[in-house]
């Protein structure tokens, strides 16, 4: 049984609580830098940016009326009267919006606290989770990894990461998004965890019942087809949870359905090497009866309700978007009427969303294949003022302020290099780690191929950054040697990696001014604009 356990969960507990207790100061310490760096001047430009000025007034939209209306008829600029300090800007007729609520709700959350008219309010909310969030893929790393050099490492790339900052800073929807994925990837971690010390307990009582002396084979066939299965392991409550967080992603942009899919492959995936490990004959029809198909119940149906719940507000309402297209179209057949109205209407709702997304093939200066996305050929420009001197500060002839989601290149570049190594690792290696960290690249990096004449950005990279970490992490582990190796190979190897976050934090302090909006000379912008196409 200790031989079983040590196979399935790696080093126990009592020999980690040095490195578990540098893991838990080392995140602590960069989540709080990370939050002051994120807080610091946040409500600045006090004024809608990019695409602020849908979410944002669609976030207290929700909050007056349950559902998002359209801006008064004939108000022209309604930016402007936002901006001034007055959000009476809704009129009486709904709007399409093409987005579930979730990300609006949570946008709301800090409109509330401060009031519609603050704009350090309308990115409360992106600023909390992406300061959080820090802490959280550190603790996945450390999940992953059981060494705090590397847990550390991925919460200093996260919080010195530009293109994570800027999505911090300002009131869209993808950093929530990012957020929820990674909440529930954390939690099918801490699952995988739970789910082999209870086939490690199990396995011995389960053995001695189905196999023991003076067993005999039973006369079913399915009897003796679940003799070779391994134990049942009860109920997956962090699975149940990891469902509702992936169902409020849903509830934030569809491209969660993605996560939904391909993590749900990989906690099943992970179980069928746990049966294998500990010996069952049958691992494959085990996993697939004991821990496949509950984990499918349990998962998917949990994030339909959770989403599904998301839109209690269109629910409640009467005046949202299509909500009464279901009276002014009875239902044709049997089957269609036995679906309540509020769901039809909400179907005819969802259709209608689709044919826009699918569609939306415009011309916009600052659309980006994903194709280029982790080499960051096109970063999303979210601001940009040209004060000249005397104007805000300037004191040369011509200045820039500046927000842009540019990456840390340190880490995206690496991270590009990165996922070939970490490919090798997982498909010839059968590293399971590895695997973990391309999950996250191959939901919200991968089926954005699918849509190369749509029109995309690449700020939507946010939502897989935290797994494009993981890979560098997973890189950095092999730069620091293996546990068993020698002293001074893990000396130096911790130098290298000390040395490689050294970098990437001088580089985040170099391009801090092009993500804050500081005024600065139009001479230093050009130092830092290094390609055309970054600008």
Not at 70 to 93: H, M, R, S
Request: hydrophobic share 50%; charged share 15%.
């Amino acid at each position: 049984m200790e031989s079983l356990r040590a196979r399935l969960l790696g080093p126990a507990p009592a020999t980690l609580t040095r490195q578990r207790r540098a893991a838990t100061v080392g995140i602590l310490l960069l989540t709080i830098i990370g939050g002051a760096l994120r807080f610091w001047r946040l409500g600045y430009p006090d004024r809608l940016v990019f695409d602020e000025t849908y979410y944002v007034k669609q976030a207290w939209s929700l909050v007056r009326f349950g559902h998002e209306r359209e801006i008064k008829a004939g108000l022209e600029e309604p930016d402007t009267l936002w901006n001034a300090g007055n959000p009476d800007v809704f009129g009486n007729q709904p709007d399409l919006v093409v987005h579930p609520p979730v990300g609006k709700w949570m946008i709301a959350l800090g409109e509330l606290v401060t009031g519609p008219e603050s704009s350090f309010g309308w990115r409360l909310s992106a600023a909390t989770v992406g300061t959080l969030s820090i802490a959280l893929l550190g603790v996945a790393a450390w999940l992953l990894w059981r060494n705090a050099l590397l847990a550390i490492s991925a919460s200093t790339l996260l919080a010195v990461d530009g293109h994570h900052f800027a999505s911090s800073r300002i009131g869209l929807l993808d950093i929530f998004l990012m957020w929820w994925v990674l909440l529930a990837f954390v939690l099918l971690l801490v699952d995988r965890e739970q789910g082999r010390r209870r086939l490690a307990a199990r396995w011995g009582p389960w053995s001695e019942r189905t196999h023991g002396p003076g067993v005999t084979a039973p006369r079913s066939a399915w009897a003796r087809a679940r003799r070779w299965w391994g134990p049942s392991l009860g109920v997956r409550w962090w699975r149940l949870a990891a469902g509702v967080c992936l169902g409020l992603a849903v509830g934030t942009k569809w491209s969660g359905l993605y996560f939904l899919a391909v993590f749900g492959l990989m906690t099943v995936a992970w179980d069928l090497g746990a049966r294998r490990a500990a010996g069952a004959k049958d691992w494959l029809a085990g996993t697939v009866v004991r821990d496949g198909i509950p984990a499918f119940l349990l998962m998917v149906p949990t994030a339909l309700v959770t989403y599904l719940v998301s839109w209690t507000g269109w629910f409640a309402t009467q005046g949202g978007w299509k909500r009464q297209w279901a009276a002014d179209h009875p239902a044709s057949g049997a089957i269609a009427g036995l679906v309540p109205d509020p769901l039809r209407s909400l179907w005819a709702y969802h259709q209608e969303q689709w044919n826009f997304h699918i569609g939306l093939a415009n011309e916009h200066a600052w659309k980006s294949n994903p194709w280029s996305w982790t080499v960051q050929w096109r970063p999303t420009l979210f601001y940009a003022e040209w004060p000249e001197r005397g104007e805000k500060g300037c004191e040369v002839a011509e200045c820039v302020e500046y927000i842009a989601s540019l990456g840390n290149v340190v880490l995206w570049w690496g991270g590009t290099i990165g996922l070939l190594v970490v490919l090798f690792l997982w498909l010839l290696g059968r590293d399971w780690r590895a695997g973990a960290a391309l999950s996250g690249i191959a939901a919200g990096w991968l089926p954005w191929f699918l849509y190369q004449t749509r029109t995309v950005y690449s700020f939507y990279a946010v939502a897989f950054e935290p797994w494009l970490v993981l890979v560098v992490v997973a890189c950095l582990g092999l730069v620091l040697g293996r546990s068993d190796a020698s002293p001074g190979r893990r000396r130096w190897g911790a130098v290298a990696v000390v040395g490689y976050l050294t970098l990437a934090a001088a580089f985040f302090a170099w391009y801090w001014p092009v993500h804050t909006a500081i005024t600065i000379p139009r001479e230093a912008w050009n130092l830092r604009m290094w390609f055309d196409f970054w600008t």
